[in-house]
């Protein structure tokens, strides 16, 4: 509400226009618009009680409210208490939100030409506006600090509470508020009032609501930082579903959801959270999108590993995309103080792409941002202009299919085993864990398929020649028949977690037996490729706590399986990475300890030292490069940080993005083409890599890729593309007796190729040896053979 001077019709309308033309390159490439007001924190739902001209506390602020009630778990000071953004802020009430509402929907109708709707918010927390509601007349909905041992931490409001009598009248309750009303029946009653009345189209549940009341934190209603509480799972589950049940029966409008900072995975074990039941019986416009926790600790991993696990399955049809320009409310506007204008947080997750029940692939339907004006009420316009062009741009080369690694994920296989036994909720934890510590350590991971939709893929050739990242859980029955199709047709699997989560016939496949488990700091012994670093320690150890990583390491390699790493406790020794064939498996371990109190109140999971311990997840990257997809770092020692990326296809290119967090690390790849020549860059190659500096956005592209022996600078740039009925031409550069690969669009009609000492600068005029070798690609791929020197690829 900040950028509106005033609630005069004048005012109004003239701030919705400004905001309208700001975005207006972006909305132009869209079917429709949604504005989503974010008024206060959701208490003016919650007192709404039809008086028009009741007046409403607004988030007019900078800083933390409610301060009074000792809500948070930091330290309260003058500096970061709640103060009014300008001195006169003026009132508002019901009459104006209407007005208000109306007035968007008109302008923005009128200005772009699309439907615009509107929506309204929720928030559980207490940092937007003052919610006496909360925290003075109903603090029994409010999950406490201590609750389940968790410590200190934010209250937010619990979705499965219930309230207390209040005698007062309100909309949905004109004679009181019965003792014992569920909450979620309160809420979805208000809301539906609310949102007729005052004209809007849809309602947002922020922070985690309606999935947990610890949306900030691992730990949870089951899991408390020592131990899953596994006698809890079912009830916490079932009254998760109650709150929406009864929500969804008294509110009919769509809602879309926030969701909590992690995954599927990480909820279900931490909170009990019955996502997949959630999105049965919810009608959710879209699943939580992904979180804004990257510009917030810097931890892009768990961004990507929760955004891609909560769209393997959709209640819908599509799925969201969110990036955090402005904070209304704060002092941090990321896209200026985080991101320093970079796009990366653009480009690497709208890169993200899932296979829907029919094996095609899908990409975010909806693009959203929090927030266009900042805690000041500005309206820059360079914000809709620079955030606007990368988003397009991200959207010309959005996947169009599979990417070279596919995450396989048991969203079915999960929720069935929590109910069957919720001992099983600590698995999950894990894998989601595991999986996102090997993003952080460069594993490109960008397309999800849940095995649900599995059958699908196979039948129409989605995941044919792909590498499939696959938890263990899913190597039983009809899953692992799909995957023995998937690998008789040249893909590779890459399982990983416990072997005793597998079948029989999973682990033969994987080549393992079980034997005594072993745990606690153990030794590491691998010749995988690792990284370069200047300083790595001499010992390497994998710390291993069974609590945190579904158990101890049992695994023993079979004598056929190739033992890639294994771990050691003094004579005990244990399979750690395994190959046989086109299978591999790597057992994986928590890269955090448990979350002890500590003398203040506060529980921490702390991330394991990288100068004392190996990277437990950067070993599936290793085993990854063992079946063609090799993403090596050069560092400067154990803690320097690597990039956070994907690969995905578009128009049969492949195309990088990413996040390198410390640009002194340079980054390496091979792939099953051979080492990726990026257009526009150059790139060292030596040892069948290739090595690029790269500044904090990796956004490239790749359709040269070349093997040879001698090391040497390959370069590809862009060229006009000439002859005038050519569409597009590239130049490499830098081979010597080399095995070079070209893709072209599959649709490509002709394609014309100039090779070695010809390959110079096409002037007008000049006579250059080109020939058409349209009738040689095959696929896709131009194959070309002891390439020496420099080519020109052109086509139309």
Same mark, same amino acid.
């Given at each position: 509400?900040?950028?509106?001077?005033?609630?005069?019709?004048?005012?109004?309308?003239?701030?919705?226009?400004?905001?309208?033309?700001?975005?207006?390159?972006?909305?132009?490439?869209?079917?429709?618009?949604?504005?989503? $007001?974010?008024?206060? +924190?959701?208490?003016?739902?919650?007192?709404?009680?039809?008086?028009?001209?009741?007046?409403?506390?607004?988030?007019?602020?900078?800083?933390?409210?409610?301060?009074?009630?000792?809500?948070?778990?930091?330290?309260?000071?003058?500096? %970061?208490?709640?103060?009014?953004?300008?001195?006169?802020?003026?009132?508002?009430?019901?009459?104006?939100?209407?007005?208000?509402?109306?007035?968007?929907?008109?302008?923005?109708?009128?200005?772009?030409?699309?439907?615009?709707?509107?929506?309204?918010?929720?928030?559980?927390? @207490?940092?937007?506006?003052?919610?006496?509601?909360?925290?003075?007349?109903?603090?029994?909905?409010?999950?406490?600090?201590?609750?389940?041992?968790?410590?200190?931490?934010?209250?937010?409001?619990?979705? =499965?509470?219930?309230?207390?009598?209040?005698?007062?009248?309100?909309?949905?309750?004109?004679?009181?508020?019965?003792?014992?009303?569920?909450?979620?029946?309160?809420?979805?009653?208000?809301?539906?009032?609310?949102?007729?009345?005052?004209?809007?189209?849809?309602?947002?549940?922020? =922070?985690?609501?309606?999935?947990?009341?610890?949306?900030?934190?691992?730990?949870?209603?089951?899991? %408390?930082?020592?131990?899953?509480?596994?006698?809890?799972?079912?009830?916490?589950?079932?009254?998760?579903?109650?709150?929406?049940?009864?929500?969804?029966?008294?509110?009919?409008?769509?809602?879309?959801?926030?969701?909590?900072?992690?995954?599927?995975?990480?909820?279900?074990?931490?909170?009990?959270?019955?996502?997949?039941?959630?999105?049965?019986?919810?009608?959710? *416009?879209?699943? @939580?999108?992904?979180?804004?926790?990257?510009?917030? =600790?810097?931890?892009?991993?768990?961004?990507?590993?929760?955004?891609?696990?909560?769209?393997?399955?959709?209640?819908?049809?599509?799925?969201?995309?969110?990036?955090?320009?402005?904070?209304?409310?704060?002092?941090? %506007?990321?896209?200026?103080?985080?991101?320093?204008?970079?796009?990366?947080?653009?480009?690497?997750?709208?890169?993200?792409?899932?296979?829907?029940?029919?094996?095609?692939?899908?990409?975010?339907?909806?693009?959203?941002?929090?927030?266009?004006?900042?805690?000041?009420?500005?309206?820059?316009?360079?914000?809709?202009?620079?955030?606007?062009?990368?988003?397009?741009?991200?959207?010309?080369?959005?996947?169009?299919?599979?990417?070279?690694?596919?995450?396989?994920?048991?969203? +079915?296989?999960?929720?069935?085993?929590?109910?069957?036994?919720?001992?099983?909720? *600590?698995?999950?934890?894990?894998?989601?864990?595991?999986?996102?510590?090997?993003? %952080?350590?460069?594993? @490109?991971? =960008?397309?999800?398929?849940?095995?649900?939709?599995?059958?699908?893929?196979?039948?129409?050739?989605? #995941?044919?020649?792909?590498?499939?990242?696959?938890?263990?859980?899913?190597?039983?029955?009809?899953?692992?028949?799909?995957?023995?199709?998937?690998?008789?047709?040249?893909?590779?699997?890459?399982?990983?977690? @416990?072997?005793?989560?597998?079948?029989?016939?999973? !682990?033969?496949?994987?080549?393992?037996?079980?034997?005594?488990?072993?745990?606690?700091?153990?030794?590491?012994?691998?010749?995988?490729?690792?990284?370069?670093?200047?300083?790595? *320690?001499?010992?390497?150890?994998?710390?291993?706590?069974?609590?945190?990583?579904?158990?101890?390491?049992?695994?023993?390699?079979?004598? +056929?399986?190739?033992?890639?790493?294994?771990? *050691?406790?003094?004579?005990?020794?244990?399979?750690?990475?395994?190959?046989?064939?086109?299978?591999?498996?790597?057992?994986?371990?928590?890269?955090?300890?448990?979350?002890?109190?500590?003398?203040?109140?506060?529980?921490?999971?702390?991330?394991?030292?990288?100068?004392?311990?190996?990277?437990?997840?950067?070993?599936?990257? !290793?085993?990854?490069?063992?079946?063609?997809?090799?993403?090596?770092?050069?560092?400067?020692?154990?803690?320097?940080? &690597?990039?956070?990326?994907?690969?995905?296809?578009?128009?049969?290119?492949?195309?990088?993005?990413?996040? $390198?967090?410390?640009?002194?690390?340079?980054?390496?790849?091979?792939?099953?083409?051979?080492?990726?020549?990026?257009?526009?860059?150059?790139?060292?190659?030596?040892?069948?890599?290739?090595?690029?500096?790269?500044?904090?956005?990796?956004?490239?592209?790749?359709?040269?890729?070349?093997?040879?022996?001698?090391?040497?600078?390959?370069?590809?740039?862009?060229?006009?593309?000439?002859?005038?009925?050519?569409?597009?031409? $590239?130049?490499?550069?830098?081979?010597?007796?080399?095995?070079?690969?070209?893709?072209?669009?599959?649709?490509?009609?002709?394609?014309?190729?100039?090779?070695?000492?010809?390959?110079? #600068?096409?002037?007008?005029?000049?006579?250059?040896?080109?020939?058409?070798?349209?009738?040689?690609?095959?696929?896709?791929?131009?194959?070309?053979?002891? &390439?020496?020197?420099?080519?020109?690829?052109?086509?139309?």
């Amino acid at each position: 509400m900040k950028p509106f001077p005033s609630w005069t019709d004048d005012d109004l309308e003239a701030t919705a226009a400004t905001m309208f033309d700001q975005w207006r390159d972006l909305v132009g490439a869209a079917e429709s618009a949604a504005v989503l $007001l974010w008024i206060a +924190d959701g208490s003016e739902i919650l007192q709404w009680d039809l008086d028009l001209d009741r007046e409403v506390t607004w988030a007019s602020s900078v800083g933390f409210s409610n301060t009074e009630y000792d809500p948070y778990p930091h330290a309260v000071t003058p500096d %970061n208490t709640a103060q009014p953004f300008r001195a006169d802020v003026p009132t508002l009430t019901y009459r104006d939100i209407r007005r208000l509402v109306a007035a968007i929907r008109r302008v923005g109708e009128r200005s772009l030409g699309v439907p615009v709707t509107v929506g309204a918010t929720f928030d559980p927390g @207490p940092e937007f506006a003052t919610s006496r509601f909360k925290y003075e007349e109903h603090p029994e909905i409010v999950a406490g600090d201590d609750e389940q041992r968790l410590g200190k931490l934010i209250r937010m409001i619990r979705a =499965n509470s219930v309230l207390h009598a209040d005698e007062r009248a309100f909309a949905g309750y004109p004679d009181g508020i019965p003792d014992g009303t569920p909450f979620g029946e309160f809420l979805g009653r208000q809301a539906a009032s609310y949102l007729a009345e005052m004209g809007f189209d849809y309602l947002w549940l922020s =922070n985690g609501f309606g999935f947990s009341a610890y949306s900030w934190t691992p730990l949870g209603e089951t899991y %408390n930082g020592d131990e899953f509480l596994a006698d809890r799972v079912a009830g916490v589950s079932a009254t998760l579903l109650e709150f929406w049940r009864g929500f969804l029966r008294e509110c009919p409008f769509p809602i879309e959801v926030r969701g909590t900072n992690f995954s599927t995975g990480i909820d279900l074990g931490g909170d009990a959270v019955p996502t997949r039941e959630i999105y049965a019986a919810g009608a959710f *416009r879209n699943p @939580p999108p992904n979180s804004p926790w990257g510009p917030l =600790n810097e931890d892009f991993g768990i961004e990507m590993s929760g955004y891609l696990s909560r769209i393997a399955e959709v209640p819908s049809d599509g799925f969201l995309f969110r990036f955090y320009v402005n904070d209304p409310w704060f002092w941090q %506007n990321p896209w200026w103080d985080f991101y320093n204008r970079e796009p990366f947080d653009i480009y690497l997750p709208m890169s993200v792409s899932r296979l829907d029940d029919r094996g095609a692939v899908r990409t975010a339907s909806d693009v959203q941002f929090l927030s266009i004006d900042t805690e000041r009420g500005g309206l820059d316009p360079r914000a809709g202009r620079e955030v606007s062009g990368h988003v397009l741009r991200a959207l010309e080369s959005a996947p169009d299919e599979a990417g070279p690694v596919v995450w396989v994920y048991p969203f +079915d296989e999960y929720a069935d085993d929590a109910v069957a036994d919720p001992e099983s909720v *600590r698995h999950p934890y894990f894998e989601d864990w595991y999986l996102t510590a090997a993003i %952080n350590a460069g594993t @490109p991971v =960008n397309t999800v398929a849940s095995t649900r939709s599995l059958s699908a893929a196979v039948a129409v050739g989605s #995941l044919d020649g792909r590498v499939l990242v696959v938890p263990t859980r899913a190597l039983r029955g009809t899953v692992l028949e799909l995957l023995e199709t998937l690998t008789a047709r040249g893909a590779s699997v890459l399982a990983y977690g @416990p072997a005793d989560r597998a079948d029989d016939r999973g !682990r033969r496949l994987l080549g393992l037996t079980l034997a005594a488990g072993i745990e606690g700091d153990l030794e590491l012994e691998t010749a995988l490729d690792a990284d370069t670093i200047a300083s790595a *320690r001499v010992r390497r150890v994998v710390r291993h706590s069974s609590t945190l990583s579904g158990g101890a390491i049992r695994e023993i390699a079979a004598p +056929d399986a190739t033992v890639l790493a294994s771990v *050691r406790s003094g004579s005990e020794v244990r399979a750690y990475a395994t190959r046989q064939g086109p299978w591999a498996w790597v057992r994986g371990s928590s890269t955090f300890d448990r979350a002890p109190m500590d003398d203040h109140g506060f529980r921490h999971s702390r991330p394991l030292d990288p100068r004392e311990f190996e990277e437990a997840g950067a070993v599936l990257g !290793r085993v990854l490069g063992e079946l063609g997809v090799s993403c090596r770092f050069t560092r400067r020692d154990p803690s320097s940080r &690597v990039a956070v990326q994907s690969l995905h296809r578009n128009g049969n290119a492949i195309w990088l993005n990413g996040y $390198l967090a410390d640009t002194t690390t340079r980054a390496r790849y091979r792939l099953p083409l051979g080492a990726p020549v990026f257009t526009g860059l150059e790139g060292w190659y030596a040892d069948g890599h290739t090595e690029y500096s790269f500044g904090k956005t990796l956004h490239a592209e790749a359709r040269v890729f070349v093997q040879q022996h001698d090391a040497a600078t390959l370069t590809c740039r862009e060229l006009s593309p000439y002859p005038y009925s050519m569409t597009r031409t $590239l130049k490499a550069t830098g081979f010597t007796d080399a095995r070079v690969t070209v893709t072209v669009p599959r649709d490509a009609a002709r394609i014309i190729l100039v090779r070695d000492d010809q390959a110079a #600068l096409n002037l007008i005029g000049d006579v250059v040896a080109s020939r058409d070798v349209t009738a040689e690609v095959v696929d896709g791929r131009l194959a070309l053979e002891h &390439v020496t020197g420099s080519i020109i690829v052109s086509w139309s």
